[in-house]
Structures are given as C-alpha cells and as structure tokens.
C-alpha cells in the first residue's frame, strides 16, 4: 500500500521506517523535504521510502497518516491541500496539547476535539482517531510491554473503521471502536492521562490502557 505520512517528528518517522519495513511503500511530507533530517531518516528507513512536499505527500497515500504537532495542523492540511486527501482515508494521531506553567494539558476538549475539526477541515475524507494513546515506539509494536494494551478508534465512516481496524490488528493491536469521530474527545483525553502519567509520575513513555472486562 502507498502510505503518505503528514508530520516528520517521532511518530512520523517511527511509523515511516517501520512500515516501510514491513512493505508499504511510505512517503513522508514535510515543509522542508530536502532537510538533512529527513535524508537522514530515508537512508536508514530503506529502499520503500520517500520524502516529498506535503502536496506530494498527500497525493500519494493511500492511506494517510496525520502526525503533526497540533498547532501546525491545519497550516499543515492547507499545504497537503484538502482536495488531494477527498476519499482517503485519514488516521488522525494528533493529540491537542499545550505547554503552559503547569506542563501539557488538552487546548481542545468537552465539547470539540482534534479529531473533529480534522474532519471538518478534511470533509472530504474518511477521518479515524487512532494511536493517539500510545508512544511512538508502540504504535506498530503493541505487544512491546509483554502485554497488549487496546487501541480506541472513533470516525464517522464505518468502511474506514474497518479499512483501519485491519490494519491495526495486522500489527496485533485489539480495537475498540467507541463511536463517531466526536468520540475523539474521549480518546484524546485518555491521552492526556497518558501524558499525565509520564510528566508528573514516570518521566518515561512506557505505559498503555487496557479495558478489562
Ligand atoms: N511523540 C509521541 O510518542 C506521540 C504519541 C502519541 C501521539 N502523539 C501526537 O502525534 C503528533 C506528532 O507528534 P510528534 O512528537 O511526532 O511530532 P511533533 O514534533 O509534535 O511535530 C511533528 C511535525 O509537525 C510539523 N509541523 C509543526 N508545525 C507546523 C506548521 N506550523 N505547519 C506545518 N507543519 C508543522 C513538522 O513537520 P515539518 O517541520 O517537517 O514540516 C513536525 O515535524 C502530535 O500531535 C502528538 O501530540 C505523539
């Protein structure tokens, strides 16, 4: 499958290098694709890898993967251009964060999420919340803690609910679908327990959620 990932930090890399791995052939989107960072990332991420403007990025996926640093989302969406993403199916990792004095808490919640305004900015396409709740490392690799968390999907488009829960089992993730999109509200702020979690217990990203029932 031709996967265009929108966003070069840890989680667009991680999941470029290691679905190129595993395949697909990736192509990662950038302001700057000429950027000795991301050269750097296509040496080591192989021969399925490409990098490209955000346009190009998102008139090659397929499937497209949304990971941006949220402030920088919807410039970011502009630049792909709406248009080029009408159809695809899009899986939105964004988690609505800012930075103040007391650490990271959710800029966007209770009654709008990230993954509802991706939707509205792309409507158009088939946006799905997913991977938001977990750290890079894990995204394609849920069993990397010895026991396998779940993964909360939410999206409007039932066919792209299971275009993406396929995909997720294919990496031996359990989903659980809990909605519509605006069910992202939920899903982010699990993320923010998460990242609650990290900063003020852990200072490290190894945990995930699992519904017990
Ligand atoms: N880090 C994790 O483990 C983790 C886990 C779960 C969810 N998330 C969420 O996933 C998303 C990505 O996180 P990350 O840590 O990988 O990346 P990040 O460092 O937050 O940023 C990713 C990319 O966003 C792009 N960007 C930033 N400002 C922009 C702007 N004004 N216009 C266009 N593009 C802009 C940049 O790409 P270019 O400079 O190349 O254009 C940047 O490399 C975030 O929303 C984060 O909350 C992260």
Excluded: C
């Excluded at 000795?36 to 990098?51: F, H, M, R, V, Y």
């Excluded at 990230?114 to 919340?129: D, F, M, N």
């Excluded at 990496?171 to 993320?191: C, H, K, M, N």
């Amino acid at each position: 499958m031709n996967i265009g990932i929108i966003g070069t930090g840890v989680v667009g890399q991680t999941l470029g290098t290691g679905l190129a791995a595993k395949g697909h052939s990736v192509k990662i989107g950038s302001r700057e694709p000429q950027s000795e960072k991301l050269q750097e990332w296509q040496n080591q991420a192989g021969p399925n890898s490409s990098t490209g403007t955000l346009e190009e990025t998102a008139r090659f996926g397929d499937l497209i993967i949304l990971a941006t640093n949220w402030h920088g989302t919807e410039n970011a969406l502009a630049l792909a251009g709406p248009d080029n993403l009408a159809g695809k199916v899009v899986i939105d990792t964004t988690n609505p964060l800012t930075f103040g004095a007391e650490g990271p808490s959710l800029g966007v919640g209770f009654s709008d999420s990230a993954g509802e305004q991706v939707q509205r900015i792309l409507p158009e396409s088939r946006v799905v919340k997913a991977l938001n709740i977990v750290s890079a490392f894990m995204m394609l690799d849920p069993n990397a803690l010895g026991e396998t968390p779940d993964m909360f999907i939410a999206g409007n488009d039932a066919g792209a609910k299971k275009e993406v829960t396929t995909f997720l089992e294919g990496f031996g993730w359990p989903v659980i679908d809990l909605g519509g999109i605006q069910e992202a509200r939920l899903i982010e702020a699990i993320a923010m327990v998460w990242v609650k979690y990290y900063f003020s217990v852990r200072n490290e990203g190894r945990h995930a959620f699992k519904l017990i029932r």
